[in-house]
């Protein structure tokens, strides 16, 4: 199993990244995909996550109205669309993959990790 996450950069406090995380795994559909974020010093937080289907969509409270989450089953890819962004959404962005979750907001639930790529928010 393999989540190669992309997309990361450095972007001016207001702009826009689209993230994408591509799974190499067998019935992808199967797993609930999540983003979460990690800043220097600080632990993994959510970001946000889709359910296995694409239909339920679940948001930290620091992400809503600002970021989406997508999923493409077919083409076994989630995307992150971040926009308003800000200097404190800085941090590495790892995408996660869940056999089993229930709202998918803890990093205990997941299986699988991508290896993170950098979002860089300037002033």
């Known amino acids: 199993v393999q989540l190669q996450a992309s997309g990361g950069g450095l972007v001016q406090a207001g702009g826009s990244l689209r993230l994408s995380c591509a799974a190499s795994?067998?019935?992808?559909?199967?797993?609930?995909m999540g983003w979460f974020r990690q800043a220097p010093g600080k632990e993994r937080d959510f970001v946000a996550a889709?359910?296995?289907?694409?239909?339920?969509?679940y948001y930290a409270d620091s992400a809503k109205g600002r970021f989406t989450i997508s999923r493409d089953n077919a083409k076994n890819t989630v995307i992150l669309q971040m926009s308003s962004l800000k200097t404190e959404d800085t941090a590495v962005y790892y995408c996660?993959?869940?056999?089993?979750?229930?709202?998918?907001?803890?990093?205990?639930?997941?299986?699988?990790w991508g290896q993170g790529t950098q979002v860089t928010v300037s002033s």
């Open positions: 889709v359910s296995r289907s694409g239909s339920i969509t």
């Open positions: 996660g993959a869940a056999r089993v979750g229930s709202n998918y907001r803890q990093s205990n639930e997941y299986d699988y």
């Open positions: 795994i067998r019935a992808f559909s199967d797993y609930g």
